[in-house]
């Protein structure tokens, strides 16, 4: 009965750390994936803005687009040749499958809106380079709601950061503890079939014969 129970316990344990290592997992890809759109990357996924854009932080959380060779394309202090004032913060930004739109404050911290267009150049790559001119509030009143819109939110971005570290030390304890859990299993079933072994059967039925001849 107590071997049962032993067993049991063994069992559950190893579900319990296995179904922790799949909801890590699995945590840790949707993080994973919602942190590209606050900048800080994304190492399973393959995602990217129109025109291959990129969003980017530095460490003191200063946003930024960068174009398919990381050279930033808007930040904070740019300002374009069709564009009438110069950036100082980026509030949110917005993307469809053809362009982005990024709401931003001037040096009077007005809101103001840019959208991307292609210039008559060309990249090292050979695909059009990219700027941003002024979008009038009301042609942005009758587009926003084709775009996808992220608010660039520091607390939230950490967060995101938080809970990505946490599901990824998760996902390394619980699959170490598995493999520990496997390693005892094989090596307690090693020694069991050691101790079954047809050499120790021979002399246990030896014995047997002799007693009964006895």
């Not at 840019?114 to 009758?142: C, H, M, V």
């Not at 990505?164 to 307690?188: D, N, P, R």
């Amino acid at each position: 009965m107590k071997l049962k129970i032993i067993c049991m316990r063994k069992t559950l344990s190893f579900i319990f750390f296995g179904v922790t290592f799949i909801l890590c997992v699995l945590l840790f890809l949707n993080y994973d994936s919602k942190g590209y759109d606050y900048g800080l990357g994304c190492t399973f996924c393959d995602k990217n803005l129109a025109y291959n854009l990129n969003p980017s932080v530095d460490r003191y959380y200063s946003f930024t687009l960068n174009d398919e060779e990381d050279f930033e394309l808007i930040g904070t202090g740019f300002g374009y040749k069709n564009s009438s004032f110069i950036i100082k913060d980026i509030l949110a930004y917005g993307y469809n499958d053809t362009s982005v739109i990024v709401k931003c404050t001037d040096s009077l911290k007005t809101i103001k809106y840019l959208i991307s267009y292609e210039t008559s150049y060309k990249s090292k790559k050979g695909n059009p380079e990219i700027s941003f001119r002024d979008l009038s509030n009301n042609d942005f009143a009758q587009v926003k709601d084709t775009y996808q819109w992220i608010e660039i939110d520091e607390e939230k971005a950490n967060m995101i950061r938080f809970i990505k570290m946490l599901s990824l030390l998760g996902l390394i304890v619980s699959l170490l503890l598995l493999i520990i859990k496997a390693i005892k299993s094989i090596k307690s079933k090693s020694i069991k079939s050691k101790s079954f072994s047809p050499e120790c059967s021979m002399k246990v039925s030896h014995h047997t014969a002799s007693d009964l001849t006895e």
